[in-house]
């Protein structure tokens, strides 16, 4: 009998640092504001991006946060595009249903990261900002 293939070890939580309550609650804030867009379609990309950039210079911890979201948000819209493209082949909705749902998610996960001080690098995310 052979070894099953080994499991991927889960992507790695990175403390942003001592933070203190305010800088907590604004990456949570960075993270949750994704969920606006299932409120106003649009919403979602621009909220944590302009959330991200007002308060960055005045809470350095939030700018991990801040690239993790932003490398979640291009990567959802390219994984979108892939996914809209392939619906023309009748397959597109294996690709849209679980990116809905990880957009669902992983703000949510990365939220409560946020908010316990750690900074959660979203899987499947392509590191577009370092």
Known sequence: MSAAPPVPPPPPVMS??????TSRQWAM???LSQLSNFLVPGAG?????VLWQMKKA???ALDPH???VVN?????LIYAAIGTILSFLLIGLLVL???ALCALIFPILGGLK???GLVWPYPLSIKFLK
């Not at 990309?45 to 991006?49: A, F, K, Q, T």
């Not at 979640?72 to 959802?76: K, P, T, Y």
């Open 16 to 21: 942003a640092g001592p933070l203190d309550d």
């Open 29 to 31: 804030f960075v993270h």
């Open 45 to 49: 990309i621009v909220l944590p991006i």
């Open 58 to 60: 005045e809470m350095p």
């Open 66 to 68: 801040g690239k993790v």
């Open 72 to 76: 979640w948000v291009i990567s959802a």
């Open 97 to 99: 249903i679980p990116l």
């Open 114 to 116: 946020a908010r316990d």
